[in-house]
């Protein structure tokens, strides 16, 4: 399916909590996201068996309290989706409930068109209607679209995140 408006307009779509019946198409997607993810650093070279091991995670949040997994859909076919978890932290935090948006992908021919905005959007508002008081997430710092992205959203950097590679 091709998009139906100029790339930079705004695309109408619908986003929708995910069902079991989106789980196919969204580890298509991920599949996408993985890839280029691979792309910039082998730390994120899927495993043989992401197929599975994706749609097992996804499943296994469908329905849960503490996440969310959303989906954006052009008549009826997924073009994007994202998923955001909830968490409590010790009660040695005075903020202890925290939002972590862990993926967030629009098809590419679908990309700058607003979709992932109101993606975001929807895990913010499920957030905030949960007493959410503070989101986080990572970000390849060599993907600068997505660090672009994020900013534009208003996400700030507050911490690094280091590795070291020992093979």
């Not at 307009?9 to 298509?28: F, G, M």
């Not at 607003?114 to 989101?135: K, T």
């Not at 900013?151 to 690094?160: D, E, I, K, N």
Request: glycine share 8%; with cysteine.
């Amino acid at each position: 399916m091709s998009p139906r408006r100029a790339p930079g307009a705004q695309l109408d779509c619908e986003i929708r909590p995910a069902t079991v019946r989106d789980l196919s198409e969204i580890v298509d997607v991920w599949g996408e996201l993985a890839l280029h993810h691979a792309s910039l650093d082998r730390a994120f070279a899927p495993s043989r068996r992401w197929r599975e091991e994706y749609r097992q995670f996804i499943s296994g949040l469908v329905g849960r309290d503490d996440a969310l997994a959303v989906v954006a859909t052009v008549g009826g076919h997924l073009i994007g989706f994202a998923v955001g978890r909830i968490s409590l932290l010790p009660a040695f935090f005075e903020h202890r409930r925290r939002g972590y948006v862990h993926d967030v992908v629009t098809r590419e021919a679908y990309r700058r068109r607003g979709v992932g905005r109101r993606l975001v959007n929807s895990l913010l508002e499920w957030m905030d209607e949960a007493g959410v008081s503070s989101v986080e997430l990572t970000v390849a710092v060599n993907n600068p679209e997505a660090v672009a992205f994020w900013s534009r959203l208003g996400f700030v950097a507050y911490m690094q995140h280091f590795k070291r590679d020992t093979g």
